[in-house]
């Protein structure tokens, strides 16, 4: 984990490091994704079951493609209740959040005779994508369907890939039975969002794709986007953790570490207010890596994306913070609400001691997707309204017509449309 300060002359090699294209990653796949896409397009579920067992060692026929009712209802047996009731509280929270993006119409009437609207439509199918295989994702179908449904999708299908069993983890079921997922296919990596994109005999075809995967799975959605809709190009987790008291030193670096568990490309920062505070944040992490469960992974990550940086202020923090655009931003400081006000740049801010980041992976309620590689500079949770798609609407009656087509027709006249022009003035010549 590298350490350098704002004023050094490193500085900017040592934020460039932080940074991370993947644009080397997709084009190491590409060939081999657009193989992948071709052939479920022209074989269908027969692609499916053949690529599930090249890549995921599982045998599957067209009737175990798609998770049954008795096997869903199974799912939310097998957990502990102490463990569904996490995942309904989860739920409830992510829900009631979400409920409250909901989208109106907008009506406007500028004068008498014209009505305009700008009117919110949901989109008729989505396709969920979670990984899976060796692990359980139940947080990613509840962050991922739970806008979707509160925007009033009809149609939702999960793609996850089976376990070594073929079996899709009881929790990751449970999680799409609460969210009111009715179809779940144990297909994975780019052949999942291909027959998402085209439609198979057992996936239908979607307007767009959102869930996170690897690189198999970005390359995959990159490429059929157009074809369908995607979310995002979503790139390995992110934090950034801002801190000013050498007293909450260990309750950062958990945070810090918790960021590193996830992938050995997530990028884990400190940006600490003075000498003795980065001094006792490196000691923290130093320690408490030694003990970590996943040690391994943890340092692999702070060595590729790691860092420790030194503020000589407050205000020199939060610039760095807005120059980095993190997916996570965590702010241990003093009147850390009044600092989360000066950020412009991030996918979510989690201000002060009591609100980690890991509450926000689960429970607190926004959703955890999050642009990511600086993308919070333009981009956004994901949302109520990433499925919602807007119409315009325009209402003239005959008196409104007339007054306005004239200048309307000039203007078509100045650029060089008389086709325009001449359907204008007939309306105005109408009465």
Request: hydrophobic share 45%; charged share 25%.
């Amino acid at each position: 984990m590298r350490r350098f300060s704002c004023g050094s002359e490193d500085f900017a090699a040592g934020i460039e490091r932080l940074s991370l294209s993947g644009e080397d990653a997709f084009s190491r796949v590409e060939a081999g994704v657009r193989a992948i896409i071709e052939r479920v397009r022209a074989e269908g579920d027969d692609a499916l079951i053949d690529l599930t067992r090249e890549f995921d060692g599982v045998s599957l026929d067209a009737g175990s493609l798609v998770v049954g009712e008795e096997e869903m209802a199974r799912a939310l047996d097998a957990l502990p209740s102490d463990t569904l009731d996490a995942l309904k509280l989860a739920e409830e929270r992510i829900r009631a959040f979400h409920a409250e993006q909901v989208p109106r119409t907008i009506n406007v009437e500028p004068a008498p005779g014209e009505r305009l609207s700008l009117e919110p439509t949901a989109l008729a199918s989505v396709g969920l994508y979670a990984p899976g295989g060796t692990a359980a994702y139940p947080s990613t179908v509840l962050m991922n369907a739970t806008p979707a449904r509160a925007a009033g999708v009809e149609e939702l299908v999960l793609c996850t890939p089976p376990g070594p069993d073929g079996e899709v983890p009881a929790a990751v079921l449970a999680a799409a039975s609460l969210a009111g997922l009715e179809r779940v296919v144990r297909v994975g990596g780019a052949q999942a969002v291909a027959a998402m994109a085209y439609g198979t005999e057992s996936v239908p075809r979607v307007d767009k794709i959102v869930g996170p995967g690897n690189v198999y799975v970005a390359a995959a959605k990159r490429i059929v986007r157009g074809r369908v809709e995607i979310d995002k190009d979503a790139g390995p987790s992110e934090v950034v953790v801002l801190l000013d008291d050498a007293a909450l030193a260990e309750w950062a670096a958990a945070d810090l570490l918790a960021q590193a568990e996830h992938d050995a490309q997530a990028m884990a920062v400190g940006v600490c207010v003075g000498v003795d505070v980065a001094d006792a944040l490196e000691r923290e992490v130093e320690s408490q890596l030694r003990t970590a469960p996943r040690s391994g992974e943890m340092a692999q990550a702070l060595e590729n994306r790691g860092a420790i940086i030194e503020a000589a202020s407050r205000e020199e923090a939060l610039e760095v913070a807005e120059m980095l655009a993190p997916e996570h931003l965590e702010i241990l400081m003093e009147r850390a609400e009044e600092a989360a006000a000066e950020i412009r740049n991030a996918g979510a801010v989690f201000c002060g001691p009591w609100s980690p980041v890991p509450l926000g992976d689960y429970v607190a309620g926004p959703n955890h997707v999050l642009p990511t590689g600086g993308a919070a500079r333009f981009a956004s949770p994901l949302g109520v309204y990433d499925f919602i798609k807007w119409t315009s609407k325009v209402c003239f009656d005959e008196a409104a017509a007339a007054r306005l087509a004239e200048p309307a027709a000039r203007l078509a006249d100045l650029e060089g449309l008389p086709a325009h022009a001449r359907a204008l003035r007939l309306r105005r010549g109408a009465s």
